[in-house]
Antibody
Framework: QVQLVESGGGVVQPGGSLRLSCAAS????????MHWVRQAPGKGLEWVAF????????YYADSVKGRFTISRDNSKNTLYLQMNSLRAEDTAVYYC?????????????WGQGTLVTVSS | DIQMTQSPSTLSASVGDRVTITCRAS??????LAWYQQKPGKAPKLLIY???SLESGVPSRFSGSGSGTEFTLTISSLQPDDFATYYC?????????FGQGTRLEIK
């Protein structure tokens, strides 16, 4: 069965950096586009970034462009999100999500999420 | 960016009721719309994609319709497990955007 397990969240000061990981199993990771989606406490869902199955294309939300970098290591079945210049408004639960077969921008499986808190 | 607006924001209903949630896009998105269900403290779950296609394993009491700018999610007979928050999502173009959510609560 498909499993996505995020890690790397925690408390960081404004201006700091953090790298999130998402370990994937139960499917051929190298064949699917992957996303990061976040949810601030008590708020709705916000798409953050997408990476194509082979890493050749990446897209970002304007709110994180230039500060966050999505990447993947298909040999390790792992998705990453490098977050730099963090701000208070980046505080959220970060989910990794798998793109659906044939529709990479539909999220058919989600991880349990990892909480990132940006605070001094 | 395409703005997605859901209504109502909160919906009170009883077990057995038929309920409808509406999602409007700020411009045409054809049928590139998905619906998700989220329970407190849990990740969202895909219910419907391409406006009306039911995801595998999702009960048939859930259905979606619409195209262009107006879409609906209907639950034909509410079950206790259905009380949750529902989100629509457009995937016509980047950035991908979600509606603000509709909280379905027990009357």
């Amino acid at each position: 069965q498909v499993q996505l397990v995020e890690s790397g969240g925690g408390v960081v000061q404004p201006g700091g950096s953090l790298r999130l990981s998402c370990a994937a199993s139960g499917f051929t990771f190298s064949s699917y586009g992957m996303h990061w989606v976040r949810q601030a406490p008590g708020k709705g869902l916000e798409w953050v970034a997408f990476i194509r199955y082979d890493g050749s294309n990446k897209y970002y939300a304007d709110s994180v462009k230039g500060r966050f970098t999505i990447s993947r290591d298909n040999s390790k079945n792992t998705l990453y999100l490098q977050m730099n210049s963090l701000r208070a408004e980046d505080t959220a639960v970060y989910y990794c999500a798998k793109g659906q077969s044939g529709a990479p921008v539909v999220f058919d499986y989600w991880g349990q999420g990892t909480l990132v808190t940006v605070s001094s | 960016d395409i703005q997605m607006t859901q209504s109502p924001s909160t919906l009170s209903a009883s077990v057995g009721d038929r309920v409808t949630i509406t999602c409007r896009a700020s411009q045409s998105i054809s049928s590139w719309l998905a619906w998700y269900q989220q329970k407190p403290g849990k990740a969202p779950k895909l219910l419907i994609y391409k406006a009306s296609s039911l995801e595998s394993g999702v009960p048939s009491r859930f259905s979606g319709s619409g195209s262009g700018t107006e879409f609906t999610l209907t639950i034909s007979s509410l079950q206790p497990d259905d009380f949750a928050t529902y989100y629509c999502q457009q995937y016509n173009s980047y950035p991908i955007t979600f509606g603000q959510g509709t909280r379905l609560e027990i009357k």
